[in-house]
């Protein structure tokens, strides 16, 4: 069964610009979760979508935002990119309990 | 205000021993937990989980302890091995369930052969 993939592997982008994240499920999975590990901390919570719908988001900026296609994969956005937005952005997914599993992570580098 | 703590961050051990890494949290509303395991340059991995309905949860080599009058949780793997060493993170969940794992800070296990 393949895992969640996320694309693409790394990302270099300016200040400024707009920077876009792609994540797909494991397969029967319909909820997908954002989180950012950004240097030195822990695995922050984003977003998380389920059947297309925003469910929750956590204590980031508007120009965090996301969405969640029919087919369950899911795009983060960040607009307007801060130099702070350099991290590890991990997606997650899962069914009907709350044991989230994780992809391989885009590295987000804004220079 | 950090919900969920390792305060050690790191840990060593000799290959066949036993690794007890710990984890506190502060709130009372969180009832489901998890332990993850994460080599460099890639996501978390799912290892072992408990609801705060049980004090054990035992999966091959590992083992979850909770104490919830303590507000600690532990994770015993043996008997260690190399493979092992990587950095392990405790998560969170809340009664609500929000979607939203609160991790702690990860502690990095190294097993020495």
């Known amino acids: ?111 | 205000d950090q919900q969920v703590k390792q305060n050690s961050p790191s840990l060593s051990v000799q290959e066949g021993r036993i690794s007890i890494l710990n984890c506190d949290y502060t709130n009372s509303m969180f009832d489901y937990f998890l332990w993850y395991k994460k080599y460099p340059a890639e996501g978390p991995t799912f290892l072992i989980s408990i609801s705060s309905i049980k004090d054990k949860n035992e999966d091959g080599r590992f083992t979850v302890f909770l104490n919830k009058s303590a507000k600690h949780l532990s994770l015993h793997i043996v008997p260690s091995q190399p493979g092992d060493s990587a950095v392990y993170f405790c998560a969170a969940s809340p009664s609500s369930n929000t979607g939203k794992l609160i991790f702690g800070q990860g502690t990095t296990l190294q097993v020495k052969p």
Request: hydrophobic content about 30%; charged content about 15%.
């Open chain 1, 1 to 111: 069964e393949a895992g969640v993939t996320q694309s693409p592997t790394h990302l270099i982008k300016t200040r400024g610009q707009q920077a876009t994240l792609r994540c797909s499920p494991i397969s029967g999975h319909t909820s997908v979760y954002w989180y950012q590990q950004a240097l030195g901390l822990g695995l922050q919570f984003l977003l998380w979508y389920d059947e297309g719908e925003e469910r929750n988001r956590g204590n980031f900026p508007p120009r965090f935002s996301g969405r969640q296609f029919p087919n369950y994969s899911s795009e983060l956005n960040v607009n307007a990119l801060e130099l702070e937005d350099s991290a590890l952005y991990l997606c997650a997914s899962s069914s009907l309990g709350r044991k989230q599993f994780f992809g391989p992570g885009t590295r987000l580098t804004v220079l």
